[in-house]
C-alpha cells in the first residue's frame, strides 16, 4: 500500500486499497466490484469467521456464474479472488486508502465504527459508509471529541449502493455538514471507478433513492390494507405499467419489511411529516416476524 501526505482526500487513482466493513450482502457485492472493476485489493472485515466465509463463498458463487457465461476468464475470476482478503481485525484497516462500512442500520454499532476508524486509519483515508437513512453529520461527528477539529470528520462520507451492488448501477453520495469537497469527488470518482452512475443528494432524512422509494412502497401496502387493490393487482399494475423488474410489494419483500418499516420511521419522526406514516400491515407483519424474502414470508411466501 502506497503511503500518502496527510491532506485530508486524494484522487480517486489514488486510492489504491480498499476495506470494506461487512461481508453482508451489502458490503461483499462492494468488495466483489472493487475487485473486479477497480482491480484493488480489498480488506474484507468482519466480527466472525463464519460470517466472512459464507460471504467469500457467495463472492466464489458469483465469480463462477460469470465465467459459465463467459463474461470473465478463469484466470480474471482468480485474480478477483486473489484481491479479497478477509479479516476478523479492524487494525488490518491501518493502510487502506479508502473504507466502506456496510454493517447493519444501527446507529451505535456505526458510531462506534467511525470512532475506531478515525483512530486506525492514515489521515487521508475516505471514510464512507453505506447507510440507507443514518445522518452522515452524525456519523461524522463520531469521529471526534472535538467538534472544531475536522481532520477526520472531513473525509467521512456516504455512499449508499444499491441491492444488488453487482447489478444495480446506481450509487447515492452523501456529504454531511463536516464533509470535504475533495472527500465528495474523490468519492464520486472511485464509484465511477466502479462502473457506477452516482447522484449527489444533501444530508436530509432518506436521502434521495429512500425519500422516493419507501414512500411509494408504504402507499403500496397501504392500497392493499385499505383494500384498493389486491396483492396482484398492486404488483402487476405498477410492473406491467412502469417497466420495472418487480412491482412495489415483492421489492418489499427483497428489501425487507423491517427496513422499510424502519426507514419510513426516519422519515416520519425526522420530518414530522403525517404523509410518511408508516402504514398498519407494514407494522403488523414486521411483528409478525414475516420480513420478506429473507424469513420465508412477506407479501409473498418463499
Ligand atoms: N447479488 C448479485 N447478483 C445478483 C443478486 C445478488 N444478490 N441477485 C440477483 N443477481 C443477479 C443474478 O445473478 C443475475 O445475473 P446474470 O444476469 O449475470 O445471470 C441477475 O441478477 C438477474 O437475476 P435473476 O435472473 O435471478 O432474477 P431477475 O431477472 O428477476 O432479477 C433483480 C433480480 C436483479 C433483483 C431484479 O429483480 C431487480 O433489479 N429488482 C429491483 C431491485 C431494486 O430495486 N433494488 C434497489 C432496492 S432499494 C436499495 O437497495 C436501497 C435501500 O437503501 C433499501
Redesign the pocket.
Known amino acids: 500500500v502506497r503511503s500518502f501526505s496527510s491532506s485530508p482526500a486524494q484522487h480517486a487513482a489514488d486510492v489504491k486499497s480498499l476495506g470494506v466493513i461487512g461481508a453482508g ?1 451489502m458490503g461483499l ?1 462492494i468488495a466483489l466490484v472493487a475487485a473486479q472493476r477497480a482491480q484493488v485489493p480489498v480488506m474484507l472485515i468482519d466480527t466472525s469467521d463464519t460470517a466472512l466465509s459464507k460471504g467469500m463463498a457467495f463472492a466464489e458463487r ?1 465469480l463462477a ?2 465465467v459459465s ?1 463467459s ?1 470473465i476468464t478463469q484466470g480474471q475470476a482468480d485474480e478477483a479472488r486473489s484481491l479479497l482478503t478477509p479479516s476478523t481485525k479492524m487494525e488490518d484497516l491501518s493502510s487502506v486508502d479508502f473504507v466502506i462500512e456496510a454493517v447493519p442500520e444501527i446507529p451505535k454499532l456505526k458510531l462506534d465504527i467511525f470512532g475506531k476508524l478515525a483512530r486506525i486509519c492514515p489521515r487521508h483515508t475516505i471514510l464512507a459508509t453505506n447507510t ?2 443514518i445522518s452522515i453529520t452524525r456519523i461524522a461527528a463520531a469521529t471526534t471529541s472535538d467538534p472544531t477539529d475536522t481532520s477526520a470528520s472531513s473525509r467521512v462520507i456516504a455512499t ?9 448501477r446506481g450509487v447515492e453520495i452523501i456529504s454531511g455538514l463536516q464533509t470535504s469537497k475533495e472527500t465528495l469527488e474523490t468519492a464520486v470518482e472511485f464509484c465511477k471507478k466502479l462502473g457506477k452512475v452516482t447522484s449527489v443528494s444533501a444530508d436530509s432524512p432518506g436521502f434521495l ?2 425519500r422516493i ?1 419507501m414512500p411509494y412502497i408504504n402507499e403500496a401496502a397501504i392500497c392493499l390494507e385499505t383494500g384498493v387493490g389486491d396483492r396482484d393487482s398492486i404488483d402487476a399494475i405498477m410492473k406491467n405499467g412502469t417497466n ?3 412491482g412495489p410489494l415483492q ?1 418489499a419483500d ?2 425487507g419489511l423491517d ?1 422499510c418499516l424502519s ?1 419510513m420511521k426516519v422519515l416520519h419522526e425526522e420530518t414530522g411529516d403525517s404523509k410518511y406514516r408508516p402504514s398498519v400491515l407494514l407494522g403488523k407483519m414486521v411483528d409478525a416476524g414475516w420480513l420478506g424474502k429473507k424469513s420465508g414470508k412477506g407479501f409473498y411466501d418463499y
Open positions: 450482502q457485492g458469483l456464474k460469470d457465461k463474461r440507507s437513512s449508499h449502493f444499491m441491492n444488488p451492488v453487482p447489478v444495480q433513492a429512500n422509494l420495472v423488474p418487480m421489492l427483497f428489501v427496513t426507514i
